[in-house]
């Protein structure tokens, strides 16, 4: 009772966190060296610990203050550095302030704990088992391009082969075969798998090969299970562009199952067929740059996802939520854009209630 007591009570709970101050030191500090180290195709790992709301050196916080600090943020990116902020708090306010900071610049990695990183991976790209190594190289600003990418969008046929060869022989080698022979190149990744000990998949809560086959098989694969085949179904990608449907129509059935449309779709299939309505897909509404930050989620995290549903759903309706939520959306969107982000918002938010908290 003791070492609880003082595992939930410690904590650094310290009334100041200068964060911009912080960051234009260093920014003087890098700039002299960028001549050089661009020169020499080299750059900066700057790893940022932290837990708390940026302040000023005052210890106040605020709109003022938050802009400063991106502001920041945004002119050390320029610079030749990578920049990863580790995330030390399981506060979602605090998250999500670092990551509309991220979506703002390059160069920037924000990394929440393992276990949470294993959720954002698993979303995007459920083939992989998120071992503890990836994550502690990300951690220390070591790991390569494609690792960055992983809990952003799912990687498309090439990018896993280059991956898997980085992974498990080294970036020249040429013994995988490409993707295009798909047996050749399942056979290989097979002999590769044989050869390597199972990882710890704490979605899965269970130790797995690094790369699930079979997943990688429905969803890039031939496969003809009739099963497996069924559960994709319900999530396939909807063109409503091809349908002379009103946009209020087009969102009902987005939200909403046939033939009646009077329920709800689950959750899991709200979130995987989100872009469903957006341009071009839906050409009842304009285009606008905003739609396509939004970063797609797997249609195959939620199959056979096993006791991790739960988790998957809390983490696909925050990742929504925070895509969705009117203070992150463009003051300059019109009137269908501002109707399929509330119908989005709302619906989403209805069936988390339904789902998730009773």
């Given at each position: 009772?003791?070492?609880?007591?003082?595992?939930?009570?410690?904590?650094?709970?310290?009334?100041?966190?200068?964060?911009?101050?912080?960051?234009?030191?260093?920014?003087?500090?890098?700039?002299?060296?960028?001549?050089?180290?661009?020169?020499?195709?080299?750059?900066?790992?700057?790893?940022?610990?932290?837990?708390?709301?940026?302040?000023?050196?005052?210890?106040?916080?605020?709109?003022?203050?938050?802009?400063?600090?991106?502001?920041?943020?945004?002119?050390?990116?320029?610079?030749?550095?990578?920049?990863?902020?580790?995330?030390?708090?399981?506060?979602?306010?605090?998250?999500?302030?670092?990551?509309?900071?991220?979506?703002?610049?390059?160069?920037?990695?924000?990394?929440?704990?393992?276990?949470?990183?294993?959720?954002?991976?698993?979303?995007?790209?459920?083939?992989?088992?998120?071992?503890?190594?990836?994550?502690?190289?990300?951690?220390?600003?070591?790991?390569?391009?494609?690792?960055?990418?992983?809990?952003?969008?799912?990687?498309?046929?090439?990018?896993?082969?280059?991956?898997?060869?980085?992974?498990?022989?080294?970036?020249?080698?040429?013994?995988?075969?490409?993707?295009?022979?798909?047996?050749?190149?399942?056979?290989?990744?097979?002999?590769?798998?044989?050869?390597?000990?199972?990882?710890?998949?704490?979605v899965l809560n269970k130790r797995t090969p690094w790369i699930n086959l079979?997943?990688?098989?429905?969803?890039?694969?031939?496969?003809?299970?009739?099963?497996?085949?069924?559960?994709?179904?319900?999530?396939?990608?909807?063109?409503?562009?091809?349908?002379?449907?009103?946009?209020?129509?087009?969102?009902?059935?987005?939200?909403h199952r046939p033939p009646s449309y009077q329920k709800l779709h689950p959750?899991?299939?709200?979130?995987?067929?989100?872009?469903?309505?957006?341009?071009?897909?839906?050409?009842?509404?304009?285009?606008?740059?905003?739609?396509?930050?939004?970063?797609?989620?797997?249609?195959?995290?939620?199959?056979?996802?096993?006791?991790?549903?739960?988790?998957?759903?809390?983490?696909?309706?925050?990742?929504?939520?925070?895509?969705?939520?009117?203070?992150?959306?463009?003051?300059?969107?019109?009137?269908?854009?501002?109707?399929?982000?509330?119908?989005?918002?709302?619906?989403?938010?209805?069936?988390?209630?339904?789902?998730?908290?009773?």
């Amino acid at each position: 009772n003791q070492v609880r007591t003082i595992m939930t009570t410690a904590g650094p709970h310290l009334p100041k966190n200068p964060l911009a101050h912080q960051i234009r030191s260093v920014h003087r500090g890098i700039s002299k060296e960028e001549s050089r180290l661009s020169s020499q195709r080299k750059h900066v790992t700057f790893v940022i610990s932290t837990q708390g709301v940026p302040t000023d050196r005052h210890g106040k916080t605020g709109p003022a203050v938050l802009r400063d600090c991106e502001q920041a943020f945004s002119s050390l990116s320029k610079l030749p550095v990578k920049i990863v902020l580790r995330i030390c708090t399981d506060d979602s306010k605090v998250m999500d302030i670092y990551n509309l900071f991220d979506s703002k610049m390059n160069g920037c990695d924000v990394l929440d704990d393992y276990w949470a990183e294993s959720i954002e991976v698993y979303l995007h790209n459920p083939w992989l088992a998120y071992g503890i190594g990836i994550h502690r190289m990300r951690e220390a600003g070591l790991a390569w391009g494609l690792v960055d990418i992983l809990d952003e969008r799912p990687l498309s046929l090439h990018e896993i082969h280059r991956f898997c060869k980085s992974l498990f022989l080294g970036e020249d080698s040429h013994s995988l075969p490409q993707p295009r022979v798909w047996t050749d190149f399942m056979e290989g990744l097979k002999d590769l798998l044989d050869k390597e000990t199972e990882v710890w998949n704490p979605v899965l809560n269970k130790r797995t090969p690094w790369i699930n086959l079979s997943k990688l098989e429905d969803m890039y694969g031939t496969s003809q299970d009739k099963e497996r085949i069924q559960k994709r179904r319900a999530t396939v990608a909807k063109d409503y562009s091809r349908e002379n449907l009103s946009l209020i129509e087009i969102l009902q059935r987005w939200s909403h199952r046939p033939p009646s449309y009077q329920k709800l779709h689950p959750l899991d299939v709200l979130l995987v067929t989100i872009p469903d309505v957006f341009p071009p897909s839906n050409c009842e509404v304009e285009a606008h740059a905003y739609f396509f930050k939004w970063k797609q989620f797997s249609r195959d995290a939620f199959i056979d996802s096993g006791d991790g549903m739960r988790d998957l759903l809390k983490r696909g309706v925050r990742n929504a939520k925070f895509f969705l939520h009117p203070d992150k959306l463009p003051k300059d969107l019109t009137e269908n854009q501002t109707l399929v982000f509330k119908t989005l918002w709302d619906v989403i938010a209805e069936q988390e209630e339904a789902t998730l908290n009773n």
